[in-house]
């Protein structure tokens, strides 16, 4: 049995935790879901309590239907990518192997749901956090650029800030904040990456989201993974490394 008086979320003691789980619906809108993420990953912190809510949350996902598990997958997954965590804790890998594993597989099954053809950001969401749970960093966490449609990053040789804009309004960088209402905005085209050429995840990523059914997913891929030029200095760079440096 968990001491749950022993741990600590962000306001304190956590004797609050399992009547916040217990209460917890498949309705992710329920107050108790904006609670528990208010004390067990608050502002991307998690503590001691945040851990021993893993088996709790696995048993929802395991016990409600694909569509409705999303909630207790997504703050699972947003628990163990966190690296802001206690110093002083056991690596929740080893501790909650288990879990893991079958959150894994969890997330696996509700990728497959069909209905997920005409929602790419929920899909998105959830290979993020099967990225979470497998481990990989950073994409864990800044995968839903492809569905939000940019990324900002750094020019590596100037320090410019540099939109990566992929979507609606065309693959291309620019400087300007103000792109979509400015038609004057230098906007200089992406440099995709052939689909050939992928490997390493960007390879499972194009490889995962056609074989899902998402081609515009999987277009997204290409660019992310491909080059950009800066539209101040004119160099060129790798999108890939520009997002992982910033949120490395």
């Not at 503590?47 to 929802?60: F, G, K, N």
């Not at 005409?118 to 950073?138: C, N, R």
């Not at 800044?142 to 804009?165: K, R």
């Not at 038609?183 to 194009?206: F, I, M, N, W, Y």
Request: aromatic fraction near 8%.
């Amino acid at each position: 049995m968990t001491d749950w008086s022993r741990l600590h979320h962000a306001y304190g003691t956590a004797e609050d935790i399992p009547g916040l789980l217990d209460g917890a619906s498949t309705d992710p809108q329920s107050p108790d879901w904006d609670e528990l993420w208010s004390r067990l990953c608050h502002q991307d912190t998690v503590y001691s309590a945040s851990y021993a809510a893993l088996p709790a949350l696995t048993q929802m996902a395991r016990q409600w239907s694909t569509p409705d598990r999303q909630a207790p997958l997504y703050l699972a997954g947003s628990i163990m990518i966190s690296t802001d965590r206690p110093h002083d804790w056991k690596d929740p890998r080893v501790t909650y192997a288990s879990e893991i594993s079958e959150l894994i597989r969890l997330t696996e099954e509700a990728l497959q749901d069909p209905t997920l053809a005409d929602v790419p950001g929920t899909y998105i969401d959830l290979l993020a956090t099967l990225l979470s749970f497998q481990g990989v960093e950073v994409w864990g966490e800044q995968l839903d650029g492809l569905h939000d449609g940019e990324y900002e990053v750094s020019c590596p040789a100037c320090a410019s800030e540099n939109f990566i804009v992929l979507g609606e309004d065309g693959f291309f960088s620019t400087t300007d904040s103000m792109y979509m209402k400015q038609s004057a905005a230098r906007k200089v085209p992406l440099q995709p990456r052939p689909s050939e050429a992928l490997d390493g995840l960007a390879r499972t990523l194009h490889s995962r989201a056609l074989a899902d059914g998402h081609p515009d997913i999987a277009h997204k891929v290409t660019y992310v993974f491909g080059d950009a030029q800066c539209a101040e200095c004119d160099t060129v760079f790798s999108v890939e490394e520009a997002i992982t440096t910033r949120w490395g």
